[in-house]
């Protein structure tokens, strides 16, 4: 059984915006309920202002829609929603329907521990209108909150260097999945274990932790409470030095410590969680290598992110290990991917395909119409070089082709002939059916760092990064502009 299916027992078909289930009783009524749709889930621009996203959630989305349907509560419960005149919302037709309902579209995804860019199908649902539709919200909240952090974890996992990254958001997350699904995504992005124990039951994270500051508070004495510490957890020594005042507490750590190795034990590390962090870990480096502890580890934490961690890098602290919680799990300096879910193509019963395009006064709101793939081009190497948006349904892209950026058709990259190739949209479910072995999470974990080094060191900086050439393939391109300008002079309806 999958986590996301342990931890919510119940039917999650209801975990949905109201409008998906009016629409879907608007399809029913207009007799478009069962016609094939394709939908493709993106983001318009890269978050946090770096070079790249890492694709996460894929597998908790899967199997939300593996096990889709609606269970007797919830069908009374929406059987009992009334309308604005207190007649029933929905009609015993599409209730009947809803009881009935079960997945069957097919899923075509990017695989979870990708790299990943704007305007890129992420997920394509593919199958009966209702369906496609019904799932959009679910579906949005999943891969779009476990994508921002995994993006999140990646870029502070990057400032930090060779030193290992802790997650210890648990107790400022954004509610109890919040915090499960953050530790998840954030080791996809690289960080080495989690404070929260139910994530590493679920999911195989290693677990650490040192005390908080009660634990002091509670004997009064520094001393008295790190020798006891000491006492109950031999083979997990790191005491947090800062209650009173942290050189103070690096003095009363090395006593422990020299208490600890005449028992034949260890200091494992103290860790500081205030002040100035440069200046208290470059002193309390030196105090322990003076007293013979050159091997105890130094653990910082205090609403660290990339940002800090690369300036304390740059100011010479001696941090072997950062402990990253508020700003990681909330995705602090940008709390949403601002994921989308659009109609990329339906088919009408009497004309067959159509491809519908949503317009806006700005290009980069303009919808990317048809069956979606991603190519990713990379030279001999093995660095990524670009990618390709294609129209699955048009003829293959030819060698040497050209790619035009979505947002402005002036700006186009030619494809060097030279370049491998690999297709990134893959399939993922058949009639609701998974059909590939899902990776374990050490799996996508090691994916997201080989993927994010065969990136240019310039696309991967924190600030005013390289931007990645991804573009439409040129008919794809052509289709797109027809069907804007098609759009925009026909006559408004009368």
């Not at 006492?231 to 947090?240: E, F, G, H, M, S």
Request: glycine share 8%; with cysteine; net charge negative.
């Amino acid at each position: 059984m999958s986590s996301v299916c342990e931890l919510y027992r119940p039917s999650l078909a209801t975990l949905t915006d109201l409008y998906e289930l009016t629409m879907g009783a608007g399809y029913q009524s207009a007799g478009v309920a069962d016609s094939e749709a394709v939908f493709a889930l993106s983001f318009r621009t890269l978050p946090f202002g770096g070079g790249y996203a890492v694709a996460a959630g894929l597998d908790d989305a899967l199997a939300i829609l593996e096990n889709l349907h609606f269970d007797a509560a919830d069908i009374d419960y929406l059987r009992g929603l009334n309308g604005a005149t207190g007649k029933p919302l929905f009609g015993p037709d599409f209730i009947d329907l809803l009881a009935e309902l079960r997945f069957t579209c097919d899923v075509d995804a990017i695989p979870e521990g990708t790299v990943v860019f704007a305007n890129e199908p992420l997920l394509r649902v593919r199958g009966p209108l209702v369906q496609a539709q019904l799932v959009e919200s679910v579906l949005l909240t999943v891969v779009g909150f476990q994508t921002l952090v995994a993006t999140k974890a990646a870029r502070v996992v990057e400032a930090a260097g060779d030193a290992p990254v802790l997650e210890f958001g648990l107790r400022r997350a954004q509610g109890l999945d919040g915090a499960i699904s953050a530790a998840r995504a954030a080791y996809i992005g690289g960080v080495a274990a989690t404070s929260n124990v139910l994530a590493g039951r679920l999911f195989g994270i290693p677990v650490r932790g040192t005390h908080a500051h009660s634990w002091v508070q509670v004997f009064g004495d520094e001393q008295r409470a790190f020798d006891s510490y000491a006492d109950a957890q031999p083979d997990n020594v790191t005491l947090l030095v800062d209650t009173y005042d942290s050189l103070a507490g690096v003095e009363h750590a090395i006593v422990t410590g020299r208490r600890l190795r005449s028992q034949g034990g260890t200091l494992a590390g103290i860790r500081l969680d205030s002040g100035d962090l440069a200046y208290l870990s470059i002193e309390a480096r030196r105090m322990l290598d003076e007293a013979g502890f050159t091997d105890t580890r130094i653990v910082a934490s205090n609403d660290l992110d990339e940002h800090t961690i690369a300036s304390l890098r740059e100011q010479g602290a001696r941090i072997d290990v950062w402990g990253v919680g508020t700003r990681l799990d909330t995705c602090y300096d940008q709390p949403a991917l601002g994921a989308i879910y659009k109609l990329s193509a339906i088919c009408d019963a009497d004309a067959g395909w159509r491809y519908p395009v949503k317009l806006s006064e700005y290009s980069s709101k303009i919808s990317i119409p048809g069956v979606l793939g991603v190519r990713r081009y990379f030279d001999a190497t093995g660095r990524f070089r670009a990618d390709m948006i294609y129209d699955e349904d048009l003829p293959a892209p030819a060698d040497g082709a050209a790619i035009v950026d979505p947002a402005d058709a002036l700006h186009m990259r030619v494809i060097e002939p030279t370049w491998a190739t690999e297709e990134l949209v893959l399939p993922a479910l058949r009639k609701g059916v998974r059909v590939f072995s899902p990776p374990t999470l050490e799996e996508v974990r090691t994916r997201a760092q080989a993927q994010i080094h065969s990136l240019h060191p310039a696309i991967r900086r924190l600030l005013n990064p390289h931007i990645y050439p991804v573009g439409l393939e040129m008919r794809l391109h052509e289709r797109r502009s027809a069907l804007v300008m098609e759009r925009r002079q026909r006559p408004p309806s009368t």
